[in-house]
């Protein structure tokens, strides 16, 4: 009996560890992410947490792969492309907690200055709709052109009423941008692919100094997985463990405090606790 007890406590034991193990994937853009979330992966392994980065090379796919089940959160996008998706794509995601803010900047390995910009040149943006308004409110603040008054939070390139110089507004994908630098004059480029490429926040000619909310970073998850206890509860720890001071450390000092950290103290779980 004694051999007995000793063995169904080993397995009690053990079914116990095993439970603890869990794994949470977390969908990025970007390989600065995996020194962000260096902190936070620390922090859950000693609870007994993998945090799995899993990395995608554009901005359509990690929001689809999340909808799917593919992973269970991610974390690369700002409010208002969030939004987008969601009222475009019909995905059914939410929006969990904040991360940071990040400009971004017209960068260019042809000129050195903004002012050496000069009719004909070739300037790229994104071209996805919020990224892209994004970038020509960039073109419109360091003077390359003037938008139409009332032209809105989220401009097209319908909404330029002057181009001061002449230039042309290339639309390409996000991520396409950096290696397109040799071909044109200068690109308004999401600075987690301006790393990726080698680029450093001091070699923009011009740097975007917007920081309203639309524009701060998220984390997202499943809708439907937040009415499971077991998965608010997961989510909530990795929150914290983002949330930390050690997190905090990374994002305030890795890259010249490139990445802001913004809105920590908004506690967006809250609403799902019951």
Do not use: C
């Amino acid at each position: 009996m004694k051999k007995i007890f000793l063995a169904l406590v080993l397995v009690f034991a053990l079914v116990l560890s095993a439970s603890a193990d869990q794994v949470v994937r977390l969908g990025v853009t970007g390989s600065v992410y995996d020194e962000l979330w260096q902190p936070a992966k620390e922090i859950l392994a000693k609870k007994g947490i993998t945090l799995e980065v899993i990395q995608f090379t554009d901005y359509v796919t990690p929001n689809r792969a999340l909808d799917d089940g593919d992973i269970d959160l991610n974390g690369f996008q700002h409010q208002i492309y969030f939004k987008d998706e969601l009222s475009s794509r019909g995905y059914k995601l939410t929006n969990i907690a904040n991360t940071f803010v990040v400009p971004l900047n017209l960068y260019s390995t042809k000129v050195k200055k903004l002012s050496d910009i000069k009719d004909g040149d070739v300037i790229a943006i994104p071209n996805d709709p919020t990224n892209g308004g994004r970038a020509i409110k960039v073109l419109a603040t360091s003077g390359l052109i003037t938008l139409k008054d009332g032209a809105g939070f989220n401009p097209a390139k319908e909404d330029i009423a002057t181009y001061n110089v002449k230039i042309t507004i290339q639309e390409l994908a996000a991520n396409t941008i950096p290696s397109a630098l040799p071909d044109i004059a200068a690109g308004v480029i999401n600075d987690t692919y301006a790393l990726d490429y080698g680029l450093k926040a001091s070699d923009a000619i011009f740097e975007d100094t917007a920081r309203e909310h639309e524009y701060w970073n998220l984390l997202a998850a499943r809708t439907k997985d937040l009415e499971d206890p077991a998965k608010l509860a997961l989510y909530d720890e990795v929150i914290k463990a983002l949330h930390s001071p050690e997190s905090r450390h990374v994002f305030e000092t890795l890259y010249g405090g490139f990445f802001r950290p913004v809105g920590w103290d908004e506690d967006l779980l809250a609403p799902f606790r019951k």
